[in-house]
């Protein structure tokens, strides 16, 4: 199965991103559905039962404290010239990306490479399939604050990832 490690976004801050979500161009773009915004620590790729189980202990292993998650400002992944990526800014004064090391740490452990690049926070809200001009959508919405709210331990969730030709279906494990 298709997997990959998520922190659920509330009902609240999916809605607001929906709505620029339907200021984005139709052509060229693949938006990510309102129900599947989520914040990926890890990406997996295809593991089975056991492999399932041996990550969902890891999970439940690491601790931490409540903390608070903002969701603001709009970018794009590699640069603003080659657009792959439409994402919304995560901002928790660098705890998400000291999970996002620790998760990578332990999952070395049994087997799953780390990234060679450095984890970014962000949320994804659309994927680009063919060159869109945004010059006029990311700077208008570089700015804007989507909401706020708090991760606790039992937020970290390993997901499976269904593919289909409607889009991805997205469960918890």
């Not at 773009?29 to 189980?53: P, W, Y």
């Amino acid at each position: 199965m298709r997997a990959f490690i998520a922190i659920e976004v509330p009902h609240s801050i999916r809605e607001k991103i929906k709505k620029i979500q339907d200021e984005l161009p139709g052509e060229g773009l693949k938006h990510v559905e309102e129900e599947n915004l989520h914040i990926t620590l890890k990406f997996l790729g295809e593991i089975d039962e056991s492999k399932a189980r041996e990550i969902k202990n890891i999970i439940g292993s690491i601790k931490f404290s409540p903390f608070e998650v903002n969701c603001m400002g709009v970018g794009v992944f590699p640069n603003e010239k080659y657009i792959r990526v439409v994402w919304v800014g995560v901002e928790s004064n660098g705890i998400l990306e000291k999970l996002a090391e620790e998760l990578n740490d332990k999952l070395e452990k049994i087997g799953f490479l780390t990234a060679k690049e450095k984890f970014t926070s962000h949320l994804t809200i659309a994927r680009v399939k063919r060159k869109v001009d945004l010059h006029t959508f990311i700077p208008k919405h570089k700015n804007d604050f989507f909401g706020q709210f708090t991760v606790m331990e039992g937020d970290i969730k390993l997901k499976k990832s269904t593919l289909t030709p409607k889009g991805p279906i997205y469960e918890d494990l």
